[in-house]
């Protein structure tokens, strides 16, 4: 049985507290957000692999799965 992947995830900037809902790359890491709000560029935390496993509501999708990330 195979376990659903989330796509989306509300990430929220650490910077203005600013939060939007955006799709993730299914196969990769991203690494780098432009805040959609004051601009502010976002990485991940250290030991995160991207920034939507660190300021995310979901991780991202390889994290999900289980697999070793970028």
């Known amino acids: 049985m ?6 989306r995830s509300t990430i ?7 939060q ?3 799709n993730m790359p299914e ?3 991203q690494y780098f957000y432009t805040c ?3 601009g502010e560029l ?3 935390k250290a030991g995160d692999c991207c920034v ?12 999900q799965r289980g697999d070793q990330c970028c």
């Open 2 to 7: 195979s376990k659903s992947i989330l796509l």
């Open 12 to 18: 929220t900037c650490p910077h203005c507290m600013h």
């Open 20 to 22: 939007a809902t955006e």
């Open 27 to 29: 196969n990769a890491c």
């Open 36 to 38: 959609t709000y004051c």
């Open 42 to 44: 976002i990485k991940p």
């Open 52 to 63: 939507f496993c660190s300021y995310g509501t979901v991780p991202c999708p390889p994290i």
